[in-house]
């Protein structure tokens, strides 16, 4: 098996890479299919050959993706360097923060749209993976040291499957791929609320 890199690509130009809604679904589609070519990804998203095969190799200019032996062309087949994305550019300053929020905002974007396709069809699907699929939101309050250990718990109960990724002969028979997208994150601090008294005096002439 090859040996995977890391995911944690910080560079302002890597992570532009990524700033882009085809390039993180070929990277669904080699990351569930281990290996594919241009003619592949384009025969599963619809995109021409030519405009897959442009961004596989943008994706392997930047370390995403690879080439594997076998092919040549749009025949050539890709995998993938690591199952890991790291969309984080403190280390690079101002180019860096703002190369990661725009990666961000694809990568939120393509994942909403994930979501959105499942309830599309959710109504078609077998009654056993309907029960166990769910799409929820909760607010509530807790200090920083609770939200830390929340994010933990989340990240360790998601990672007991993980293994799977790279190691296919140990997926069970009738497993289908499935997608666990955790997104926890803080509300903007908010004014104080004022007495109802101080309101209506503010509101008198």
């Known amino acids: 098996m090859v040996e ?5 690509r910080t560079d302002p130009k890597a992570l532009r890479a990524l700033a882009h809604p085809l390039r993180w679904k070929l990277i669904d589609i080699i990351g569930r299919e281990e290996t594919a070519t241009a003619t592949r990804c384009a025969e599963l998203t619809g995109e ?3 405009n897959c095969s442009y961004h596989l190799n943008t994706l392997a200019k930047y370390g995403y993706i690879e ?4 092919g040549a062309g749009r025949e050539r087949p890709w995998r993938m360097t690591s199952y890991d ?7 690079h300053g101002l180019a860096g923060q703002l190369a990661a929020e725009a990666a961000t905002d ?3 974007d393509h994942e909403l749209e994930r979501a959105k396709e499942w309830t599309r069809r959710r109504s078609r699907e077998p009654e056993q993976w309907r029960q166990g699929a769910t799409i929820k939101g909760t607010t509530f309050a807790a200090t920083a040291e609770e939200f830390a250990e929340l994010t933990r718990e989340l990240s360790e109960v998601a990672d007991r499957f993980r293994s799977r990724v790279t190691d296919r002969g140990s997926i069970p028979d009738g497993a289908r791929e499935v997608r666990v997208f955790i ?23």
């Open 106 to 108: 694809v990568f939120l």
């Open 67 to 70: 080439a594997v032996e076998g």
């Open 183 to 205: 997104a926890a994150t803080v509300t903007p601090e908010q004014p104080p609320k004022q007495p109802p008294e101080r309101k209506q005096q503010e509101a008198s002439p």
């Open 4 to 8: 995977k890199q890391s995911g944690a």
């Open 85 to 91: 994305q790291t969309l984080s550019g403190d280390s």
């Open 48 to 50: 021409s050959v030519a």
